[in-house]
């Protein structure tokens, strides 16, 4: 059941956002974190390595890679820390964030990380040993998840047709600026009773994929 929850709600609604906004001309970096951290990242999980193993890499268990919260586990005072080979891949996710931020791409001295396209789903991988360019996975999501929610969306979409009335227009999906520009914008995909939300910042946007 995690397995599905983890495809349907997460990897692949990373996905499909991946694919409308790199239709659409933006820039797109997509990740895949795979790594099980050695100290438990929340106060609520124990450290055992057992608990940890069978949690594997789950949502948010980047987010002390990015910001180099490395010692000290679980927050704010454990005693646990990260091994060496974290901490490498803590500093160039650091690097690769900053990058970003900078100048709308990720790439570090490291890692020259590719742009996600329609036709390849280059990235960067995640694992206990570094931080590697290679595809990112998204193979459930082409074969079952995608065509599923297309199934689900089409169904709503002739749902609010059929229900709709003659008479006065209603304003499309989406908002521009008065000067047409562009800007930092959360798009909001209802997928039934699912949403998920991508958010594109200046010139790029950045996709994670949980292992």
């Known amino acids: 059941m995690s397995a599905v929850v983890t495809d349907y709600a997460y990897k692949c609604s990373a996905h499909r956002g991946a694919l409308l906004a790199s239709q659409r001309g933006v820039p797109v970096y997509t990740y895949a974190f795979n790594h099980t951290p050695s100290c438990s990242w929340e106060p609520s999980i124990s450290n055992d390595p057992q608990a940890l193993a069978l949690l ?57 990380w590719p742009l996600f396209t329609v036709n390849g789903t280059q990235g960067v991988n995640v694992n206990a040993t570094g931080v590697f360019v290679g595809a990112v996975d998204y193979s459930v999501c082409e074969q079952l998840w ?9 169904s709503a979409l002739n749902g609010t047709a059929n229900g709709t009335c003659s008479g006065g227009g209603t304003g499309g999906a989406g908002a521009k600026s008065s000067n047409g520009a562009t800007a930092t914008s959360t798009v909001d995909l209802h997928f039934g009773a699912l949403v998920a939300t991508v958010l594109v910042v200046g010139m790029g946007l950045f996709v994670t994929v949980l292992g």
């Open 146 to 154: 995608n065509k599923i929610d297309a199934g689900i969306l089409q």
């Open 56 to 112: 594997g890499a789950t949502h948010t268990t980047e987010i002390p890679f990015v910001f180099g919260n490395l010692d000290g586990f679980p927050l704010p005072n454990g005693n646990c820390s990260f091994n060496a080979a974290e901490k490498a891949i803590s500093a160039q996710l650091i690097e690769a964030w900053t990058a970003m931020a900078a100048s709308g791409a990720p790439n570090t001295s490291d890692v020259q």
